[in-house]
């Protein structure tokens, strides 16, 4: 158990449909990271926040959208659902090793794996 | 640009054979970071390992271990006597320091170990 948690663990919604994916850090990480995971593209990052802010984009759609709440935990909106969205979606969180000039390692949830009718 | 290469997409042993996962990276950053992740059938990324570029020592755990060559861009991982349990999809990743804190990884290599 990394210590992530992501909920739901199955989402089976239609096209043009929103869903909301939550995401709670390891205790004590700052930085929230979502990534996705589907058969064509493999792993892809989208979207990373560090206590509160956003830090960095990757791949994103414009219908997605994220955003990390006061108590660190955060939240990967997907709207106007296509087919093409169906994958599983991790969530990873990691702290932030200030000054060391290191990097941290990522822990993964379980993934919210959607399904897109 | 940074990239990871797993040529292998999947590999298939029996119960106690040695294996050997490949990974090639590219970056152009001096300093970097290497990672090997599992994903069993149950669907989750487990952590492994991770390799600083300043660090070539290799490293061993139980029957897992990792070769990791600077002069070849490669981060290999080697399961001894393999198990039922290590059958997986292995994904190797990589962070270059500086700029985005994102991990690129590799396709993913499925591991089959049959008894």
């Known amino acids: 158990d990394s210590g992530v948690t992501q909920t739901p663990k199955h989402l089976i919604t239609a096209t043009g449909q929103r869903v909301t994916l939550r995401c709670s850090p390891r205790?004590?990480?700052?930085?929230v990271y979502w990534y996705q995971q589907s058969l064509d593209q493999g792993l892809q990052f989208l979207i990373q926040?560090?206590?509160?802010?956003?830090?960095a984009k990757g791949n994103i759609l414009e219908r997605f959208s994220a955003q990390q709440f006061p108590d660190l935990h955060s939240e990967l909106n997907l709207s106007s659902l296509e087919l093409g969205d169906s994958a599983l979606y991790f969530c990873a969180s990691s702290s932030r090793l200030r000054g060391t000039g290191s990097t941290d390692t990522q822990y993964f949830g379980p993934g919210t794996r959607l399904t897109v009718l | 640009a940074q990239k990871v290469t797993q040529a292998q997409t999947e590999i298939s042993v029996v119960e106690k054979e040695d294996v050997t996962l490949d990974c090639v990276y590219e970056t152009r950053d001096t300093t970097y970071y290497l990672f090997w992740y599992k994903q069993p059938p149950s669907g989750e990324l487990v952590f492994l390992i991770r390799?600083?570029?300043?660090?070539?020592q290799n490293e061993i755990s139980g029957r897992y271990s990792w070769n990791f060559q600077k002069s070849t861009s490669s981060f290999n991982f080697t399961i001894t006597a393999s198990q039922v349990v290590d059958s997986a999809v292995y994904f190797c990743a990589l962070k270059s320091q500086g700029g985005s804190e994102k991990l690129v990884f590799g396709k993913g290599t499925k591991l089959t170990v049959n008894p």
């Open positions: 926040y560090y206590n509160g802010e956003e830090r």
């Open positions: 390799r600083n570029s300043f660090d070539e």
């Open positions: 205790s004590g990480d700052l930085s």
